[in-house]
């Protein structure tokens, strides 16, 4: 359909006025809500994350870009929730204890809803018991951890070890990033996957959860 097409270029150049026109154009003309969600928002998403991957685009357009979304997916959310569609997964994320940056957080968590996620943000500044008590009580399926601080990072361990502790680890995967964070750490702390960057993590969630 022609008025996904332009969907998806409104969200390429963040045209949030625009996607929201075209997104009560396609409901009006009958489009079911979930091929709103996956032929035109999802796949505009995508078309962002491998640019700004690839470096051809930075945070302020992701940012855009993802406003933009948002104008389109107000609309279209109550009639999702309406028709049973479910989300491709649900990811609690916040910033680990001791650290107060979340700018690159709230960016991974863009990303993630641009790829179909249902996300719950936890904010900064988040305690071992408070990341475990959310995974429990959303049913998460993927635990999502940021730091930027190098003398953060052990926080992460300390979740992670307090999942095993309690029995939990087997139930939730376990994504980490943050500018200090590398992928041999994330193998010495037993996490599933690390993200250099917002793109990725949405990249890698999908894998986590299988197709």
Known sequence: MEVLERIIAGIRN???SAVAALTREALANGAPPEDVLGKGFLPGMDIVGKLFKKNE?????VLIAAQAMKAG?????PLLAGSGVRPAGKVVIG???GDLHDIG???VIMMLEGAGFEVVDLGYDVPRERFMEAVVKEAADILGM???LTTTMASMKDVIQGLEAAGMRTN????IGGAPVTQSYADEIKADGYAPDAASAADLARALVGP
């Open 14 to 16: 963040g045209d949030a």
């Open 57 to 61: 685009i930075f945070i302020p357009e």
């Open 73 to 77: 997916m107000s609309l279209i959310r």
């Open 95 to 97: 910033t680990v204890k």
């Open 105 to 107: 957080k709230n960016i």
């Open 146 to 148: 940021s730091a930027l």
């Open 172 to 175: 939730v995967k376990v994504m």
